[in-house]
């Protein structure tokens, strides 16, 4: 009521051109602020009395692509953070936070001058990086090995440019999170875990604010879904008052972290909302209707008071498994070619960093071979960076999925020569055999040999082209098509390495044929030599396992 009355009588003192009223309408806001509280500035934190029940933090959160692809996103970083920079010299109680070590590496190799002043406030604690990960990833479907990966590439980036690690992962706008990530988070050395976006869901109100995540194996971290419900917060009473109106762990503990600046698209805090909570707070160390809002302070120290505050999380509640977000139906499935590259792309190079780590421990015959490192950790961060929580569930614009195309492509390529390469230190007097294979150009060839990158036995149908083959390689094929280009063959690998079955022993000697038996109705049974199936009146009515009985 107080501020609606000063707003009130400073629309009676204004007047046009009369600079009178100006310092009238300021010795009225005066009453509600404070004497003396513009000249004050950053130091309007250091009074008020008890707590701060709401942290302000900067952010912006710059999707890596979605309505935009990858190369305009650089652009967004470079004006985003440059602003934040000159906003620090400004304002010194301004504290901003991002994530994504990728946007960092991008800052870093197309505006080097940027990069060093943004180190510089990295070290006075004023740039705070935040998440450990390369890329503010989907947190669903990359494999458990993919997701580590985010963490190992995004920690170690932190580490060697600003000398430490990110103690707080941060996934605010992800669709969903896994039961698996507490234990992968705290497996990459951090502690705390802050996200929102469940408050989106569209039939269930997630019924905490502070609490403990407790993953599928037991491993917990504490964990803060800020109450404002936004990571684009604009600084307002509103956003402040949600702070404590939304809180749904009161009882618990207080504090809730207001994360505000221009967002999606970038931009980050604007000098009016700093101007904002300076004038929030100046009313709060008055009048005790606001929250009182604090700045100057991290992520970080955020959490570690929540820790205090709760006795190490004991008095806060728990939440066992995934974070399921009700919103966003239908990424498991959008954009199927997108998902197909990412899995193929993350076996790949499991394969070939197990090829290569054999071949260079088996220098027998090459000793000029080196484990390539920096080839692997190339391909591995062009399939983290796909892996941005816009770009994998199929939710971004059609030329992000070009350029997706085309890392994945790169990926293959690379990696299929790498995998070439070890093979050629393990087998040295053996030839790749595909379809690009010049067959004519080779001496008779005699076994044809697989390698199981995998640790379990392994049978599998496998193509041998045919064009230009010597009689010896067509007499190990089992079936021809129908052009005779390409032979199949049943390639058994109980180990490390197998053969191809002969036609005694392959496939026609261990699978039997499929079968198809009827009533003359409308009942049918498809059966071969593993699974039976019964099909009723145009419905699956039995599944069975034929080994199993």
Same mark, same amino acid.
């Given at each position: 009521?107080?501020?609606?009355v000063?707003?009130?009588?400073?629309?009676?003192?204004?007047?046009?051109g009369?600079?009178?009223?100006?310092?009238?309408?300021?010795?009225i806001?005066?009453?509600?602020?404070?004497?003396?509280?513009?000249?004050?500035r950053?130091?309007?934190?250091?009074e008020?009395?008890?707590?701060?029940?709401?942290?302000?933090i900067?952010?912006?959160?710059i999707?890596t692509?979605?309505?935009?692809?990858?190369?305009?996103?650089?652009?967004?970083?470079?004006?985003?953070?440059?602003?934040?920079?000159?906003?620090?010299?400004?304002?010194?109680?301004?504290?901003?936070?991002?994530?994504?070590?990728?946007?960092?590496?991008?800052?870093?190799q197309?505006?080097?001058?940027?990069?060093?002043?943004?180190?510089?406030?990295?070290?006075?604690?004023?740039?705070?990086?935040?998440?450990?990960?390369w890329?503010?990833?989907?947190?669903?479907?990359?494999?458990?090995?993919?997701?580590?990966?985010?963490?190992?590439f995004?920690?170690?980036?932190?580490?060697?440019r600003?000398?430490?690690?990110?103690?707080?992962?941060?996934?605010?706008?992800?669709?969903?999170?896994?039961?698996?990530?507490?234990?992968?988070?705290?497996?990459?050395?951090?502690?705390?875990?802050?996200?929102?976006?469940?408050?989106?869901?569209n039939?269930?109100?997630?019924?905490?604010?502070?609490?403990?995540?407790v993953?599928?194996?037991?491993?917990?971290?504490?964990?803060?879904?800020?109450?404002?419900?936004?990571?684009?917060?604009?600084?307002?009473?509103?956003?402040?008052?949600?702070?404590?109106?939304?809180?749904?762990?009161?009882?618990?503990?207080?504090?809730?972290?207001l994360?505000?600046?221009?967002?999606?698209?970038?931009g980050?805090?604007?000098?009016?909302?700093?101007?904002?909570?300076?004038?929030?707070?100046?009313?709060?160390?008055?009048?005790?209707?606001?929250?009182?809002?604090?700045?100057?302070?991290?992520?970080?120290?955020?959490?570690?008071?929540?820790?205090?505050?709760?006795?190490?999380?004991?008095?806060?509640?728990?939440w066992?498994?995934?974070?399921?977000?009700?919103?966003?139906?239908?990424?498991?499935?959008?954009?199927?070619?997108?998902?197909?590259?990412?899995?193929?792309?993350?076996?790949?190079?499991r394969?070939?960093?197990?090829?290569a780590?054999?071949a260079?421990l088996?220098?027998?015959?090459?000793?000029?071979?080196?484990y390539?490192?920096?080839?692997?950790?190339?391909?591995?961060e062009?399939?983290?960076?796909?892996?941005?929580?816009?770009v994998?569930?199929g939710?971004?614009?059609?030329m992000?999925?070009?350029?997706?195309?085309?890392?994945?492509?790169?990926?293959?390529?690379?990696?299929?020569?790498?995998?070439?390469?070890?093979?050629r230190v !393990?087998?040295?007097? @053996? /030839?790749? %055999?595909?379809? $690009?294979?010049n067959?004519?150009?080779?001496?008779?060839?005699? *076994?044809i040999i697989?390698f199981?990158?995998?640790?379990?036995?392994?049978?599998?149908?496998?193509?041998?082209?045919?064009?230009?083959?010597d009689?010896?390689?067509?007499?190990?094929?089992?079936q021809?098509?129908?052009?005779?280009?390409?032979?199949?063959?049943?390639?058994?690998?109980?180990?490390?390495?197998?053969?191809?079955?002969?036609?005694?022993?392959?496939?026609?000697a261990?699978i039997?044929?499929?079968?198809?038996?009827?009533?003359?109705?409308?009942?049918?049974? !498809?059966?071969?030599? @593993? /699974?039976? %199936?019964?099909? $009723?009146?145009?419905?699956?009515?039995?599944?069975?396992?034929? *080994?199993?009985g």
């Amino acid at each position: 009521n107080k501020a609606l009355v000063a707003a009130n009588e400073i629309m009676n003192v204004f007047n046009r051109g009369d600079p009178r009223g100006i310092r009238e309408a300021r010795k009225i806001a005066e009453g509600l602020f404070g004497e003396g509280w513009e000249g004050k500035r950053e130091r309007i934190y250091d009074e008020g009395v008890g707590e701060a029940q709401v942290w302000g933090i900067g952010h912006c959160h710059i999707d890596t692509a979605w309505l935009w692809p990858y190369r305009v996103t650089q652009q967004k970083v470079a004006r985003s953070w440059s602003t934040q920079v000159d906003l620090m010299d400004r304002y010194p109680e301004h504290r901003f936070t991002c994530s994504s070590a990728q946007q960092y590496k991008w800052l870093e190799q197309l505006y080097p001058p940027l990069f060093q002043k943004i180190t510089t406030k990295v070290h006075s604690g004023q740039f705070q990086p935040v998440g450990g990960s390369w890329v503010e990833n989907d947190g669903n479907m990359p494999s458990g090995e993919a997701l580590i990966r985010q963490f190992v590439f995004g920690q170690k980036y932190f580490e060697s440019r600003f000398g430490k690690r990110c103690e707080t992962a941060w996934l605010p706008d992800s669709f969903g999170l896994t039961g698996a990530l507490p234990q992968l988070i705290r497996g990459a050395g951090m502690k705390y875990f802050f996200t929102q976006k469940l408050s989106w869901n569209n039939i269930n109100v997630f019924p905490h604010t502070t609490f403990n995540w407790v993953g599928i194996d037991g491993t917990q971290v504490l964990c803060h879904m800020t109450p404002v419900d936004t990571y684009t917060a604009q600084a307002t009473v509103g956003d402040v008052n949600k702070g404590q109106n939304n809180h749904k762990n009161l009882e618990s503990s207080q504090g809730a972290l207001l994360v505000f600046g221009n967002g999606d698209g970038g931009g980050g805090p604007l000098a009016k909302m700093l101007e904002n909570l300076r004038r929030i707070r100046a009313v709060a160390n008055t009048h005790r209707e606001l929250p009182t809002v604090s700045m100057g302070r991290s992520v970080d120290e955020f959490f570690d008071k929540l820790e205090r505050a709760s006795n190490a999380g004991k008095t806060l509640p728990n939440w066992h498994g995934e974070l399921y977000l009700e919103f966003h139906r239908g990424t498991y499935t959008s954009h199927g070619s997108i998902k197909k590259g990412n899995r193929h792309s993350e076996i790949l190079l499991r394969d070939v960093e197990h090829v290569a780590t054999l071949a260079s421990l088996y220098r027998l015959y090459n000793k000029d071979y080196v484990y390539p490192k920096q080839a692997i950790d190339d391909s591995w961060e062009k399939v983290l960076l796909n892996q941005f929580h816009d770009v994998l569930p199929g939710s971004a614009i059609g030329m992000v999925y070009d350029d997706a195309e085309k890392l994945y492509a790169e990926v293959h390529k690379d990696g299929e020569a790498l995998l070439d390469d070890a093979f050629r230190v !393990l087998f040295p007097d @053996s /030839v790749v %055999l595909n379809a $690009s294979t010049n067959l004519k150009a080779l001496p008779p060839i005699g *076994k044809i040999i697989g390698f199981n990158t995998t640790f379990f036995r392994r049978s599998d149908i496998i193509e041998v082209p045919l064009v230009g083959a010597d009689s010896g390689l067509k007499s190990q094929v089992l079936q021809t098509s129908s052009d005779g280009t390409v032979g199949y063959a049943v390639m058994n690998t109980p180990g490390s390495v197998g053969s191809i079955c002969t036609p005694a022993t392959g496939l026609h000697a261990q699978i039997l044929p499929v079968s198809v038996f009827t009533n003359g109705t409308d009942n049918f049974v !498809l059966r071969n030599s @593993s /699974v039976q %199936l019964t099909i $009723s009146k145009g419905r699956i009515t039995s599944l069975l396992d034929v *080994k199993l009985g």
